[in-house]
């Protein structure tokens, strides 16, 4: 559920994506304000939230940890899912293209209204507010990102194993990139040494690499698992 404003002209400003704006007029006859400024303030806000929250919240956990964790609540994916929890999607208001494309549902587009919304939060009711609202949503994820090791990058955790245990480097090679310019494809394969390890397809080289070596960590773990060696499972990010 949306919280509540008392100002709904900053709501519809937060709601508003560029292309929406560059599509319409307000009644005045004068562009329309899209959520793209709400978004610049909402990105330090939440990291800021996200930052004073696990300070104290996890009072062992040293920088690096803290900052890793940091990362992997505020990161788009992560946002993404919370603008789908409180069906942020229904409320966007999108040009007619974008919503064609599928805009509604993109990740990026609902991790930058959220970021929009809690700008728009903290100017309609102040920090407090906004604190109270994100917090409430980073509990369970923050518990679940800490246990399962989400925050972790799967391409380090995996040439931490291959160096320490095969004293190799993964390799990584793009196999293909299929689909229009806008909207590619890649798949990218992991080597260890001579060794296919596994195979990850995603959006970007990145996010293939990144899905290959958690695939990598995971069949890894599966087959040292009975010996006791088993490798920490992660997700890509």
Not at 30 to 46: K, M, S, T, Y
Request: without cysteine.
């Amino acid at each position: 559920m949306l919280p509540q404003f008392r100002d709904q002209d900053l709501l519809q400003r937060a709601l508003t994506h560029s292309s929406y704006a560059n599509e319409h007029l307000s009644n005045a006859g004068v562009p329309i304000e899209d959520n793209e400024r709400l978004e610049f303030l909402g990105d330090a806000i939440l990291d800021f939230i996200a930052a004073k929250w696990l300070y104290t919240r996890f009072p062992e956990l040293d920088e690096g940890r803290l900052t890793s964790l940091r990362a992997a609540l505020v990161r788009a994916s992560t946002l993404a899912r919370f603008a789908e929890s409180i069906n942020l999607s229904e409320h966007l208001r999108l040009g007619r293209g974008e919503a064609d494309s599928g805009g509604r549902h993109r990740a990026n587009i609902l991790s930058d209204a959220f970021e929009a919304l809690m700008a728009a939060l903290y100017m309609d009711q102040g920090f407090d507010a906004v604190s109270a609202y994100f917090e409430q949503m980073i509990e369970n994820t923050a518990t679940t990102v800490l246990n399962s090791n989400l925050d972790r990058d799967p391409k380090s955790l995996l040439q931490e194993w291959s160096q320490a245990t095969l004293s190799i480097t993964p390799r990584y090679r793009v196999a293909a990139a299929e689909g229009p310019d806008h909207a590619k494809t890649f798949t990218v394969e992991v080597w260890l040494g001579d060794a296919l390890t596994a195979t990850g397809s995603g959006s970007s080289k990145q996010i293939a690499e990144q899905i290959a070596a958690r695939i990598a960590l995971r069949d890894i773990a599966t087959r040292n698992r009975d010996d006791g060696n088993a490798v920490e499972e992660v997700q890509a990010p």
